[in-house]
C-alpha cells in the first residue's frame, strides 16, 4: 500500500491527517492495504462535486478532492471516495448501489474516526 499526495494543498499541508483518515481505513478496508493511491487536492469548484475516484489502467487510484472544503467535509469525502476504492477492487460497478454505499459507510466511518480522534 502506498498513498501519494499531489496538487494545491489547502487543507492538511503536511498530509498528516489524510495519512490519519488513510490508515483508519485501510483498518475498516483490508483490500485498501494493497492499493496505490494518489491523494490530490485541487479546485474542483467548476465541476460542483466535492470529490471523485478514478484507476487507470495500471491499477492505480487518483482521488481527487476540492481543496476548499472544511475539515468536517474533507473527512467525510476522503472516507467516500477511499470506499469507492475498495468497491472497485471488490468487483462492483453498479453506480447506485455504489453512491448508496459509500454515502452509508462515510457518514458511520467519519463518526468513528472522530470519535477515536477526540
Not at 483518515?21 to 491523494?39: G, H, R, S, T, Y
Not at 485541487?42 to 472544503?69: A, M, P, R, T
Not at 476522503?78 to 453506480?95: A, K, M, P, S, Y
Request: hydrophobic content about 35%; aromatic content about 14%; charged content about 30%.
Amino acid at each position: 500500500m502506498t498513498l501519494y499526495t499531489s496538487g494545491d494543498w489547502q487543507i492538511d499541508g503536511g498530509g498528516d491527517f489524510t495519512r490519519d483518515i488513510f490508515e483508519f481505513c485501510c483498518e475498516q478496508f483490508k483490500p485498501l492495504k494493497n492499493a496505490d493511491i494518489e491523494v490530490m487536492q485541487c479546485d474542483l469548484s467548476e465541476d460542483n462535486v466535492k470529490g471523485w475516484c478514478e484507476v487507470d489502467e495500471d491499477g492505480e487510484f487518483l482521488i481527487h478532492i476540492h481543496n476548499n472544503l472544511c475539515y468536517d467535509e474533507y473527512v467525510r469525502t476522503l472516507i467516500h471516495e477511499l470506499v469507492h476504492v475498495r468497491q472497485t477492487l471488490l468487483g462492483l460497478f453498479d453506480n447506485d448501489r455504489r453512491e448508496e454505499e459509500a454515502y452509508f459507510w462515510e457518514e458511520l466511518l467519519s463518526k468513528e474516526f472522530y470519535q477515536q480522534k477526540l
